[in-house]
């Protein structure tokens, strides 16, 4: 079994937190645009009848944990 799992992780959150890892082991020139792409955009979409009935404003967040 692989050890992210033995960890209790599935892969996506196993990948995001190796991904973070290795944003914040740049150089810091490096580091400021690789953080940007630790951001996230969801945009919750209602289906109705098999289509996109309503579509609300996206909503940022960060993948950081806050601590």
């Known amino acids: 079994m692989s050890s992210w799992r033995l960890a209790g ?5 196993y990948s995001r937190v190796c991904a973070r890892i ?16 630790d951001e996230g955009f969801i945009r ?6 098999g289509k996109a009935a ?3 404003k996206s909503t940022q967040v960060s993948t950081e944990e806050k601590a």
Not at 22 to 37: I, N, S, T
């Open 9 to 13: 992780l599935n892969y996506i959150n």
């Open 22 to 37: 290795v944003r914040r082991a740049l150089k810091p020139e490096l580091r400021v645009d690789a953080m940007k792409r």
């Open 44 to 49: 919750p979409i209602m289906w109705k009848d």
């Open 54 to 56: 309503v579509i609300k």
